[in-house]
């Protein structure tokens, strides 16, 4: 039997039956894997609810099957503790978000330690920043494109130019299709993707920008990952910064 130990980040997590749950996880080893879950009877057993939430980082042991689209966990431990991401309500619904993003960002993706590690850093610096800045995920979610095969092609970022979100590139002229920013969009999009977390701040918005810019990155996921729907929990956060 094939047993595998690894880091893994937890994304997404539904009920099943009464004491049980599947996880979708971003591991280290095997990029995207789902795993069934027994949760434990006991608040001291292994699979305890309370280790499951979004964005936690896990090490885990699991019977790796190639041909089973649910693994099985045989144990599980915290492998990073996260302070505040699940008790802070200006992080709680970004976290939220962002687990949600990634279940669909990440759809098929096998090991890729460089995401991976893009991935566990992102949260990390998240959680333990003391002031989020609104463009977390915004930065984020840019960012994320350069390891899952799309990120725009700045080469050619003109001044006064538009961004062709199927062709991933700017360009002086307005495409022939209708999935493209004007300019001053563009260079909206062309700014957020110089930012890092630690100069993100930088960059003023109001919310009525930030909620439209969260719109345009969904849609050019959209466009990039077969089968990214609507997020049920993009309502939640336009509400929540000013």
């Given at each position: 039997m094939n047993v595998t130990k690894t880091a893994a980040i937890v994304l997404r997590v539904v009920k099943y039956g009464d004491s049980g749950l599947v996880a979708d996880m971003l591991t280290e080893s095997h990029g995207r894997v789902s795993f069934m879950v027994r949760l434990s009877k006991s608040g001291k057993g292994k699979m305890r609810r309370?280790?499951?939430h979004p964005l936690s980082i896990l090490e885990i042991d699991f019977d790796f099957r190639p041909k089973s689209q649910l693994q099985k966990l045989r144990?599980?431990?915290?492998?990073q503790p996260l302070h505040s991401l699940m008790s802070d309500p200006m992080k709680l619904p970004v976290a939220m978000f962002v687990g949600e993003f990634l279940s669909y960002a990440t759809q098929g993706e096998s090991d890729n330690p460089a995401l991976f590690s893009f991935v566990t850093m992102s949260v990390e610096w998240f959680d333990g920043v003391e002031r989020?800045?609104?463009n977390f995920h915004l930065v984020f979610m840019i960012r994320l494109s350069m390891f899952v095969g799309f990120f725009p092609n700045t080469e050619d970022d003109l001044e006064d130019?538009?961004?062709d979100l199927l062709n991933?590139?700017?360009?002086?002229?307005?495409?022939?299709?209708?999935?493209?920013l004007e300019p001053f969009e563009a260079s909206k999009?062309?700014?957020?993707m110089r930012l890092t977390y630690p100069t993100m701040h930088l960059?003023?918005?109001?919310?009525?920008?930030?909620?439209?810019?969260t719109e345009v990155i969904l849609d050019y996921y959209r466009l990039h990952v077969p089968g990214f729907p609507q997020m049920r929990s993009t309502s939640v956060l336009r509400e929540l910064f000013d």
């Open positions: 309370q280790l499951f144990d599980v431990r915290l492998l989020p800045s609104p130019g538009y961004f991933a590139c700017f360009c002086s002229s307005r495409p022939l299709h209708s999935h493209y999009i062309s700014l957020l960059c003023a918005m109001s919310r009525k920008e930030r909620n439209r810019c």
